[in-house]
């Protein structure tokens, strides 16, 4: 602590980076020549930014950074070839790039791709550059707003002196839109017209009331880079439109980083760079950059040098880095088997001697999975590399560690230590606790009773960091900090073995046995401890000539799980003594020479072979406990050999951790220490009596303190509570402090996160009474708990917590569970599969019992949340993956993917759901398969949102219908065959929760007059050891309408808010039958009844007029269809002459859904009039019938019943025919038919009052299409998209572009996004871009030019 009047002489900077307690600093002030040198570090992580300090040389002067790979494929952008014309081309985006003169082409092939900024930039980046973005267009459009609002002003108040100053106001501020405006409105107020001056209200109303809509929906997508490949013949080099110019000409075209160290800005203000790489002979083109900070900050601890700034340097600043991003930039920079896949390839294809992982995920079994053996067996193994990664920060309860790095074979896994110096410059604490490892570092063993934390390094570091996040140095902690010191330090071991031991080689084994024999006891677990760089290079040297340091030793206790430790955690498992067979067996290195000889009797592969012949062990065995019982020696040669051990538990303290070793010494040299140990954990837990509950007494703690208690939690259990109580003088002087609870049990073949509790609870902040006295905090915590497991119980002060303070400790169970079956285990055991009715049940009924304690608050219910639904895939494809980055290591061959599409349709916006694949979902380092991932589109083929193997709610926020991709990577294309009907299960959140009704008896389901006086349960209180029915009324359950048949409703069963829910499954039953109405065709009212014959021969008479109805429409010859009409109408009624006609009228327009005017719809000018003709036949015969439909609304009778469906397909009829016309009107009104969209937009026919015959002549026409339109919208809905597109066009003749585009926006906003409805959207678009195009608003149409290609892509986003 400073003196409060007189500061340090010094700023503490040693302990910024720490690397005193390591011995790291000293053994390079000793060796400076040993500094990382010659050391290739690959850091698999967010990915390196090429911008940071630190990280820009070697202490040598060499390029710091050796290469920057993207291995997760989110900054690739596909390619095609495009002819350039005098130096300029056409972008993906659309737009036309300018290219540069100097660019040299010898083959003049050019390639263009388009990226979206926001898939290449960290969420706080793009946040940042969306802001500045969204600040600018607004303050654009706001612009226009106001000059819209204030030439609705001028004309309100018939001000032209106004008018005047609002142009004055657009000279000034020169915004386009501005004067635009005011010109439009100049010329539309000198009209004298009275019924053009309403229509110029009517018009900017609209115009308010459209920019109000555009800027409410306006989000911005981020701009679309344009991307321009070539080869300059030497290699490729590509040029990103970066300021969305499209001016490429005086732009550098980058080339691979590897060859040229080029280094681009992507955005300049945010000072965020990217470099380049080249995949499939120039058809993929990489753009590389930083999915986040962590991967900076971590190669900074490793191997930063500042040359001005030594004091700073990382670890090992001789080393280079090599850069792969794992964390994909689609998933929020989390990992992804493609990235995981590809770094090890590139691990081995670049040399790198070191690597780190700080990455990592709960797994549900240890040391397991294809890329976690690929790892032990071809990186480490067969290529040489020393591989550490972090050991998490689930801590500080037992068995917390994550893959790869706590839990796998061939890593070297490194927990979290702090120390004096960190505390001092890093935590500005006034007063220092002694050194001690971080509270929240995950502590071992693993599962299968590996040591689980091999070693300890400092957790802590300020040191690089990106510089799009404005720091050069920043604090950040965690095992994923202790990872890079640690691989620092075996970086500084092999650049020292390199330089000193020649050619000699050095495996990955010899240098962890350095680390891990020569670490610093801690009185951790299991004996791990914290690294010493200088005492691990002494060994090395000490022992260089001993082969068996070149070794590792794979232990496995043969009992059911094959485990590599002994780890008695439940009460059984102790109740008596066990004995175990242990196989050891020495792995040895080989290499890829040894592998790629074709002769039998190679050289390298004879040298492996003699190296096992020669190998021996003659060990002496040491238990470091009395309880463990081993043999005094064992001999083992290549092929190992197996020993007896004893594990006698039964006279251990109850409730306590124990922990030993079985220790193996080389008989000549006990001295180095044990050549290998195998940790024995047993956590023999407290028994819960009769009450339920279980005292742990008062806990005593001191800073860094940490109390472990175990409990085996009584079968039937389904959820404990801990009560923690502090209440002692000592507290009321000692300082509040912080203290994590943490509880956990384990499950076979699970993560420890499903029974897991870690909280926060401080102690000391409250409650207890001002000046003395014995109040008391109370703090209750609960969790659920599976019976018959042991509980840890965990309770730590926090590393930096100050003070002593005393606390009770309680653990109160409770639990109800099925007493049926039905997916409960003997003895009330854990729920494990949940609770599934049938809704074809009438009543469906469960028993229930309390096995544990009495049970209060007894009141059932049963919510159900979720729709699941189960999708089967439309398509499914499985193909070879490209040789160049998709390979598996060991095999040297192509991976395959199989690509399964689903089709899945939401019914309204905002949809919340959540997609499973249960095969291969939820699992990453554990994975059978290299990588799993999906991705969601909508129907325009835009892609919408990723996810990776751990699923999670996902919001659709448009209603229609999308197209799920999944891909699924592995090795064998065999093995995927049997994935191609895999089903897909989306559970979809239900806009209304369901509740289902429970009783306590079956009569009270089915009615309410049940006698009182009977025997029945009433609810409340169950007895321990009662059995209670329970009944639930699922034929009366409210089946939301997104659910059908064969479906499952998800939800929770609730007994009690004291215990556990379980998950609740209703499957949906099938759907009432309805009686089936009769058919419309039915035969004349006559007096004398119908025989068959002739009944027969009416019907086949009716079946064959309507096949010739249908050519009608389907006839490509007119001629035909003109014969088939003249003949259906002359022996037809009127009906049926409706029919036929309306028939003919969809021929003449058959693309509807095509703007009137283009060149899809067809229409000529003879062809639109004809069909004005034919329409207003339609009308005249179906007008009066169609009014008689809302007469019929009720239909009761048969007859009735007839009448109203003969009503309502002539009202159908009718609409169709006035669309018909209107798009006829449309047409004829407009300057010329056959031209296309974009060349007519400004030809229609302006009324401005002259006596021109042919101006007459088409207000008649445009008075005609008004009177049409007034009647459509009196019959059919304004939002139809026929009907909004039959008559946007009339408001257009009038020049009320706004009011035209008033409903596109509507219909565009609400219409689901179902491949059914493109045409229709594609012609919506259409219209609504050349509408914006006729106000002359350039801002709204540049802005919907630009998201264009985003909206609609040609193809499919890659996964």
């Not at 997760?72 to 095609?80: A, F, I, N, Q, R």
């Not at 002259?1250 to 008649?1260: F, R």
Request: with cysteine.
């Amino acid at each position: 602590m400073a003196n409060k009047t007189t500061p340090r002489q010094e700023f503490p900077t040693h302990g910024l980076m720490p690397r005193g307690e390591t011995q790291a600093a000293e053994f390079v002030r000793k060796y400076p020549q040993y500094d990382g040198r010659g050391v290739v570090a690959a850091v698999l992580d967010t990915g390196i930014d090429p911008g940071a300090k630190g990280l820009q040389v070697t202490s040598e002067g060499k390029r710091k950074v050796v290469d920057y790979i993207d291995c997760t494929g989110s900054g690739d952008v596909e390619l095609s070839d495009v002819c350039a014309e005098e130096l300029t081309l056409k972008g993906a985006s659309g737009r036309t790039l300018r290219l540069n003169a100097e660019w040299k082409n010898p083959t003049g092939e050019w390639r263009v791709g388009a990226k979206r900024l926001s898939r290449l930039l960290p969420g706080e980046v793009w946040m940042s550059v969306s802001a500045e973005r969204s600040q600018r267009f607004r303050k654009n459009a706001q612009q226009l707003t106001d000059a819209v609002l204030a030439k609705k002003g001028a004309v309100q108040d018939k001000d032209q002196g106004k008018l005047s100053e609002v142009s004055k106001v657009s000279e000034v501020s020169k915004v386009s839109e501005v004067s635009k405006v005011s010109e439009i409105s100049a010329k539309s107020i000198k009209t004298k017209d009275s019924d053009t001056s309403k229509n110029l209200t009517e018009e900017l109303d609209a115009q308010v009331d459209v920019l109000k809509t555009l800027n409410g929906a306006y989000a911005d997508l981020g701009p679309l880079l344009d991307c321009v490949v070539f080869h300059d013949g030497e290699q490729w080099r590509a040029a990103i439109d970066v300021d969305e110019s499209g001016d490429l000409s005086a732009a550098a075209a980058l080339g691979a980083y590897k060859h040229t160290s080029d280094v681009g800005e992507l955005c300049k203000r945010q000072l965020f760079y990217y470099t380049l790489n080249f995949y499939d002979e120039g058809r993929t083109l990489s753009i590389v950059t930083c999915a986040g900070s962590h991967s900076t900050h971590v190669a900074g601890i490793l191997a930063a040098h500042h040359p001005e700034e030594p004091q700073n340097d990382g670890v090992a600043p001789g080393a280079q880095l090599l850069s792969l991003m794992i964390g994909d930039h689609r998933v929020g920079s989390m990992e992804t088997g493609v990235g995981l896949t590809r770094a090890v390839n590139a691990i081995v294809e670049y040399g790198a001697d070191v690597a780190n992982m700080s990455y990592g995920e709960p797994s549900s079994s240890p040391n397991v999975g294809q890329w976690v053996q690929t790892v032990a067996q071809e990186v480490v193994r067969r290529h040489g590399c020393v591989f550490v990664s972090s050991a998490g920060n689930e801590g500080p309860a037992l068995s917390s560690t994550g893959s790869p790095g706590g839990t796998s074979d061939g890593f070297i896994g490194v927990g979290a230590h702090v120390g004096y110096d960190q505390m001092l410059a890093e935590y500005a604490m006034y007063e220092t606790v002694g050194d001690t490892v971080f509270t929240w570092s995950s502590r071992g063993p693993t599962p299968d009773g590996d040591r689980g934390v091999d070693v300890y390094a400092p957790g802590s570091a300020i040191t690089s960091f990106p510089a799009y996040c404005k720091e050069r140095l920043c604090l950040r902690n965690g095992t994923s900090m202790s990872s890079p010191n640690l691989c620092g330090v075996a970086a500084l071991l092999v650049s020292a073995w390199k330089q000193e031991m020649g050619g000699a080689s050095l495996s990955p084994y010899r240098v962890k046995n350095a680390i891990v024999s020569t670490a610093k006891p801690i009185g951790e677990l299991h004996g791990a401890g914290m690294v010493q760089t200088d005492s691990a290079w002494q060994f090395l040297k000490r022992y260089a000539a001993r082969a068996a340091e070149q070794v590792s030793w794979r232990t496995h206790v043969d009992d059911s799980r094959r485990a590599r430790g002994i780890y008695l955690r439940n009460a059984e498992e102790s109740a008596h003594a066990r004995f175990f067979n242990v196989s050891v067996v020495p792995v040895f290195p080989t290499s890829e020479k040894a592998r790629l000889e074709h002769d039998s009797d190679g050289e390298n592969g004879r040298l492996e072979s003699q190296t096992q012949f020669d190998f021996e062990q003659r060990l002496l065995l040491v238990a470091t406990e009395s309880w463990v019982s081993v043999p005094d020696a064992l001999y083992v040669a290549s092929q190992g050999n197996k020993f007896a051990a004893r594990v006698d538990a039964t006279k251990l303290q109850a409730g306590r951790l124990h922990t030993a070793s079985i220790d193996a010494y080389d008989s000549t040299d006990v001295d180095r220490g044990p050549v290998f140990s195998i940790p024995v954990t047993v956590t023999k837990p407290l028994h819960v009596d009769a009450s339920a509950c279980v005292d742990l007494g008062t806990l005593q703690f001191r800073p860094t303190e940490i109390v472990r208690r175990f409990v085996a939690v009584p079968p039937g259990a389904t959820r404990a509570h801990i009560v923690l109580r502090a209440s002692n003088a000592a507290a009321l002087e000692s300082s509040p402090a912080l203290f994590y609870l943490h509880c956990m049990q384990l499950e076979p073949a699970t993560r420890f996160r499903k029974f897991f509790m870690r909280e926060r609870v401080s102690i000391g902040h409250k409650s207890y009474g001002a000046g003395g006295g014995s109040a008391e905090q109370k703090e209750t915590k609960t969790m659920d708990v599976i019976g018959g497991a042991t509980l840890e119980v965990c309770l730590a002060q926090f590393w930096n917590q100050l003070g002593a303070h005393d606390i009770d400790v309680r653990v109160e169970f409770n639990g109800i569970v099925p007493a049926n079956g039905g997916g409960a285990l003997a003895e009330g055991g854990p729920l494990r599969a949940g609770i599934t009715v049938h809704g074809s049940n009438a009543v469906a009924r469960l028993d229930f019992i309390a096995p544990v304690r009495p049970e209060y608050d007894v009141s059932p219910s049963i919510v159900l949340t979720k729709a699941r639904k189960t999708l089967r895939p439309h398509e499914a494809v499985i193909s070879p993956l490209g040789a160049e980055r998709d390979t598996h290591l060991a095999t040297g061959s192509a991976l395959y993917k199989l690509e399964l599409d689903y089709r899945l349709e939401t019914t309204r916006e905002e949809t919340q759901l959540c997609l499973h694949m249960p095969a291969v979902d939820t699992q990453i380092y554990e994975n059978w398969a290299d990588n799993f991932a999906l991705a969601i589109f909508d129907a325009n083929k835009r892609y919408l949102i990723s996810q990776i193997s751990y699923t999670s709610p996902l919001l659709i926020k448009q209603c229609g219908e999308s197209l799920v991709r999944v891909q699924i990577r592995h090795r064998s294309a065999k093995d995927l065959e049997a994935l191609k009907d895999i089903p897909l299960l989306v559970d979809v959140v239900l806009k209304s929760s369901i509740r289902l009704t429970t009783k306590f008896d079956m009569a009270s389901i089915f009615t309410s007059t049940v006698n009182s006086s009977a025997a029945v349960y009433r609810g409340g209180f169950i007895a321990k050891g009662s059995r209670i029915p329970l009944f639930i009324d699922t034929i009366g359950a409210a089946v939301p309408s997104e659910a059908a048949p064969g479906d499952v409703l998800v939800g929770k069963l609730t007994m009690s808010r004291h215990t556990a829910d379980f998950d609740f499954e209703y499957v949906v039953p099938a759907k009432s039958i309805k009686k089936p109405e009769e058919s419309t065709s039915a035969a004349p009212k006559t007096d004398k009844p119908e025989s068959k014959e002739e009944q027969d021969q009416r019907e086949m008479n009716e079946a064959l007029r309507r096949v010739r109805v249908d050519w009608v429409k389907k006839s490509r010859d007119d001629g035909v269809r003109t014969r088939l009409v003249t003949d259906l109408l002359a022996n037809s009624n009127d009906e049926q002459r409706a029919e036929v006609l309306a028939a003919q009228l969809s021929a003449l327009d058959a693309t509807s859904s095509a703007l009137p005017w283009s060149e899809a719809a067809c229409l000529t000018a003879a062809s639109a009039r004809r069909a004005v003709g034919i329409a207003d036949s339609v009308i005249e015969l179906t007008r009066t019938q169609a009014l008689t439909a809302r007469l019929y609304e009720k239909a009761q009778t048969d007859d009735e019943k007839t009448l109203k469906k003969q009503a309502e397909l002539a009202r159908t009829q009718l609409i169709a025919a006035l669309t018909t016309k209107c798009r006829a009107l449309a047409a004829l009104t407009h300057g010329s038919v056959s031209a296309t969209a974009s060349e007519t937009c400004a030809d229609y026919v302006e009324v401005d009052g002259s006596d021109n015959d042919e101006t007459d002549a088409s207000e008649q026409t445009v008075q005609e299409y008004e009177r049409a339109a007034a009647e459509l919208r009196q019959w059919a809905a304004a939002d139809d998209v026929s009907v909004v597109i039959a008559t946007a066009p009339l408001h257009m003749a009038r020049h009320q572009y706004a009011r035209a585009l008033q409903p596109v926006l509507a219909w565009l906003a609400k219409a689901p996004m179902k491949p059914a409805n493109a045409a229709e959207r594609r012609s919506m678009v259409e219209l609504r871009n050349q509408l914006l195009a006729k106000l002359q608003w350039t801002i709204w149409s540049a802005h919907f030019r630009a998201i264009a290609p985003i909206e609609s892509p040609a193809t499919y986003e890659r996964l």
